[in-house]
């Protein structure tokens, strides 16, 4: 069974850190296109950052140069390095893997989210 789990969300200080991983199961996660979303209350969901297969990365621009996402391949997991948290980062984090199938295209794979908190 294909599975995403993230973990490592909490309430930090504005200026704080937090390091978000993605877990997978079920699948590789270094031969796919991995992406972490937010939603925040009255919010639609949104990219944050996406790595590529092949290692393009996106960011969206309200994280470009304080959040980091990498890979983990020895753990299977893509991880998200969020520095200098602000208090509009506050937000459900959601990790998203999309999955090429030859028989039904592509779907995507989402995790339950966890709550990142940055208090002001």
């Known amino acids: 069974e294909v599975k995403v789990v993230e973990s490592g969300g909490g309430l930090v200080q504005a200026g704080g850190s937090l390091r978000l991983s993605c877990t997978g199961s079920g699948f590789t996660l270094d031969d796919y296109t991995i992406g972490w979303f937010r939603q925040a209350p009255g919010k639609e969901r949104e990219l944050v950052a996406r790595?590529?297969?092949?290692?393009?990365?996106d960011y969206a621009d309200s994280v470009k140069g304080r959040f980091t996402i990498s890979r983990d391949s020895s753990k299977n997991t893509v991880d998200l390095q969020m520095n200098s948290l602000k208090f509009e980062d506050t937000a459900v984090y959601y990790c998203?893997?999309?999955?090429?199938?030859?028989?039904?295209?592509?779907?995507?794979?989402w995790g339950q989210g966890t709550q990142v908190t940055v208090a002001s």
């Open positions: 998203q893997a999309n999955i090429y199938y030859w028989s039904t295209g592509s779907i995507d794979y």
């Open positions: 790595i590529t297969s092949g290692g393009p990365i």
